[in-house]
């Protein structure tokens, strides 16, 4: 009998254990699941041997770190990423492990883009396009291919101040002398689609009080430009935003601060802005806020202590003021704007009641909807020690909670006819020993091989990584999608990107 108790004592005990584990998962995807960017993933073997800029150089292939098992990283030449190199050289490949196995050539890859017109078909004024309407922009989602995106963060500059580039003018929305360094676009305008502009627009969890908070209070084209590390506090004006996806050739995603909410100008001056200064063949993304489901310094701490605290409520109807401005400026049915609804990954619940609140004339009197529901389905939940993980223990928690989480999200698109992107995603680790050494080693190339895969079988039409430009990394954070400019193909994470898309048949151009 005293066996027997003490058997069932240790399944009570076993089962606590396993709880409590599986919620201390769950809460660190709603607490964070948002702040980093998903991945795309290949489920086909691919070379790496891509040096930066076409150089034909192969850099070395970092390692994992010790005691990491990872996947199978075999030799390969089934399929060469050349980047637009003259010579194929035999490469080490990244191949995908057994946990892609099954999912089929499942592609994420960038909407067809149409030139307006001939060179001379489009005629400037000042600094703005004048549209020729006749010209259509494509619909955003074209085939059933995934879109790969970044975000901001640490910026380069070309040492051209803000003030001699806005004395030089504008031509078809590129300032003559450029604040840009040009390695930077370069480096944006070879893996993404979209950029998305948060962290230099004051929605960044680093900013208190909602950002600026008017129209005439905005960052202007000739103020000093803010330091370029991606956790400053300065904004950036919204004409050298716009002035960079012109110059890449990326769809334009543009946050607003929360605190633009009490100004019921901004939204129409902002729309007149960018339709005056963005090429017309690119979309504008426009988001009110970020992570307004988020406490803190986010949106969602500032409609705590300034709007009573109803975080989706408030939410839906400051996003539908926003996209009414843009319906006046632009038309309601211009395939050019793409209204961004968000929410958090990990309570979908909670998203609802923002499409609940859209319904209700008293917050959006003008009808406005949106045309995509955004989340941002990171993996893993921001663990204690990256060092203990590997590729095994990343997919496995992609394919547990997060990927459940993401099936869910879709219902919730579905239901309102809608399609589901990210806003951000990719790997969630900080603050924690190991970061950096798990970012640099081949484990984190497989399991972003994976995660493009995964998102895109579950129906995501766009990955927006966090964060889409070089950054150095420390051991406790590494965001960037790389970390030398001059060489990103030595990073996994921007490697697998390119090579996911090329494998895809969706290789920027």
Excluded at 67 to 79: F, K, M, R, V, Y
Excluded at 360 to 383: E, H, L, M, Q, R
């Amino acid at each position: 009998m005293l066996t027997l108790l003490q058997n069932l004592l240790k399944v009570v005990l076993a089962l606590i254990v396993l709880v409590a584990a599986y919620f201390g998962v769950q809460l660190g995807i709603d607490d964070h699941l948002s702040n980093q960017n998903p991945t795309t993933a290949i489920n086909v073997n691919v070379s790496d041997t891509v040096g930066a800029g076409g150089n034909g150089t192969t850099p070395a292939t970092p390692s994992p770190p010790a005691g990491n098992a990872g996947g199978s990283h075999s030799a390969d030449t089934s399929l060469t990423a050349n980047n637009g190199n003259s010579s194929n050289s035999s490469d080490t490949t990244d191949s995908a492990t057994s946990d892609t196995a099954g999912i089929g050539s499942i592609g994420i890859g960038g909407v067809s883009r149409v030139v307006i017109g001939d060179s001379d078909d489009d005629s400037t004024v000042g600094n703005q396009y004048v549209d020729n309407s006749d010209h259509a922009t494509p619909e955003v989602f074209t085939g059933s291919k995934m879109m790969v995106g970044g975000n901001d963060g640490t910026v380069r500059y070309s040492g051209v101040s803000a003030q001699e580039a806005a004395a030089s003018g504008f031509v078809n929305g590129v300032s003559k002398k450029s604040i840009w360094d040009e390695r930077l676009v370069r480096h944006v305008a070879s893996a993404y689609d979209v950029f998305r502009w948060m962290n230099k627009v004051q929605n960044g969890a680093q900013i208190k009080g909602g950002g600026f908070d008017s129209w005439e209070n905005r960052p202007k084209a000739n103020d000093p430009l803010p330091d370029p590390g991606g956790w400053t506090m300065e904004p950036l004006a919204y004409e050298w935003m716009i002035d960079f996806c012109n110059r890449a050739k990326v769809d334009c995603w543009l946050t607003v601060p929360a605190a633009t909410a009490d100004d019921p100008t901004f939204p129409e001056k902002f729309a007149t802005l960018v339709k005056n200064q963005l090429d017309p063949s690119l979309h504008v993304w426009v988001e009110w806020a970020n992570e307004a489901w988020n406490s803190g310094n986010y949106a969602g701490g500032w409609i705590d202590e300034n709007k009573g605290g109803d975080r989706p409520g408030y939410t839906a109807c400051a996003a539908a003021q926003l996209w009414a401005g843009f319906d006046k400026v632009y038309g309601k049915d211009d395939k050019r704007v793409v209204r961004v609804l968000a929410w958090q990954a990990g309570n979908p619940g909670s998203g609802r009641t923002l499409f609940e609140r859209l319904n209700d004339p008293s917050c959006n009197p003008t009808g406005a909807k949106p045309d995509v529901y955004a989340i941002a389905p990171y993996v893993p939940g921001n663990p204690a020690d990256a060092s203990t993980y590997n590729y095994e223990k990343m997919s496995g928690e992609l394919h547990s909670y997060v990927e459940a989480a993401i099936r869910e999200n879709k219902a919730l698109a579905d239901e309102h006819g809608i399609p589901l992107v990210t806003y951000e995603g990719g790997q969630q680790f900080f603050g924690s020993p190991g970061v950096a050494t798990l970012n640099r080693s081949q484990d984190m190339y497989d399991f972003y091989i994976d995660y493009m895969n995964t998102l895109a079988k579950n129906g995501i039409r766009l990955f927006m990584q966090y964060v889409g430009v070089p950054e150095e990394y420390a051991e406790t954070a590494a965001y960037g999608d790389s970390e030398d400019i001059d060489n990103p193909m030595a990073s996994p994470k921007y490697r697998a990107i390119i090579n996911w898309r090329k494998a895809n048949g969706i290789a920027r151009p």
